[in-house]
């Protein structure tokens, strides 16, 4: 079993739609794998995806949702 860190739930408390969610995220790798900029210390994921998401539970990512 895999299990996602951070976890979905988490990050519906930041942004809640799991749409909006991938996207942001999906957007955010692409943007790490040409500029190699994460907005966090030390991450815990190797992936891009991974990264995205826990920048987005830190709330360095967020969306306006008005």
Same mark, same amino acid.
């Given at each position: 079993?895999? *299990?996602?860190? #951070?976890? !979905?739930?988490?990050?519906?408390? +930041?942004?809640?739609?799991?749409?909006? $969610?991938?996207? @942001?995220? %999906?957007?955010?790798?692409?943007?790490?794998?040409? *500029?190699?900029? #994460?907005? !966090?210390?030390?991450?815990?994921? +190797?992936?891009?995806?991974?990264?995205? $998401?826990?920048? @987005?539970? %830190?709330?360095?990512?967020?969306?306006?949702?008005?």
């Amino acid at each position: 079993m895999i *299990l996602l860190e #951070p976890s !979905i739930d988490s990050l519906q408390d +930041k942004i809640n739609s799991k749409y909006s $969610l991938v996207l @942001i995220a %999906a957007k955010r790798a692409r943007e790490l794998k040409e *500029l190699n900029n #994460p907005l !966090i210390e030390e991450p815990r994921s +190797k992936t891009l995806v991974g990264i995205a $998401l826990e920048e @987005i539970e %830190a709330e360095k990512l967020t969306i306006d949702e008005s």
